[in-house]
Nanobody, 123 residues
Framework: QVQLVESGGGLVQAGGSLRLSCGAPGRTLSNYAMGWFRQAPGDEREFVAVITMGGGTTDYTDSVKGRFAISRDNDRKTVYLNMNSLKPEDTAVYYC????????????????WGQGTQVTVSS
C-alpha cells in the first residue's frame, strides 16, 4: 500500500503560479510512474500530466502544455507539478497517483491515489 500526500494548493489570481508536491511518507516513489489528475465540481476527473519512473519522459493534456511542468526528485521522494499562467478554468481538486510500469493517461490505470489538494484561481 502506498499512501500519497499532496500539498501546495491554494487560492491564486489568474496569471499566478503554484507548485504542487506529492510524497509518500516513509517510502520511495522511484519505482512508480506518477501522474497528476484534477476534478472540478460537476466534472469528471481528468488527466493533467504524467512522468516516467526515471523522469525522462513526460506528457500533458493539451490545455496545460506550455504552462504546467511535472518533475520528480527521487532522492527527496517527491513529485512536483509547477503551474504557471493559471486560469480560472484550472480551478479543481488536484490528485497525484502512482502506478507500476509505464505512464498512462487514464486514471483507472493507476493503483494509488492521494486525497487531493484544492487549487482555486480567481479571475
Amino acid at each position: 500500500q502506498v499512501q500519497l500526500v499532496e500539498s501546495g494548493g491554494g487560492l491564486v489570481q489568474a496569471g499566478g503560479s503554484l507548485r504542487l508536491s506529492c510524497g509518500a511518507p516513509g517510502r520511495t516513489l522511484s519505482n512508480y510512474a506518477m501522474g497528476w489528475f484534477r476534478q472540478a465540481p460537476g466534472d469528471e476527473r481528468e488527466f493533467v500530466a504524467v512522468i516516467t519512473m526515471g523522469g525522462g519522459t513526460t506528457d500533458y493534456t493539451d490545455s496545460v502544455k506550455g504552462r504546467f511542468a511535472i518533475s520528480r526528485d527521487n532522492d527527496r521522494k517527491t513529485v512536483y507539478l509547477n503551474m504557471n499562467s493559471l486560469k480560472p478554468e484550472d480551478t479543481a481538486v488536484y490528485y497525484c497517483a502512482a502506478r507500476w510500469g509505464s505512464i498512462r493517461t487514464r486514471g483507472a490505470d493507476y493503483d494509488y491515489w492521494g486525497q487531493g489538494t484544492q487549487v482555486t484561481v480567481s479571475s
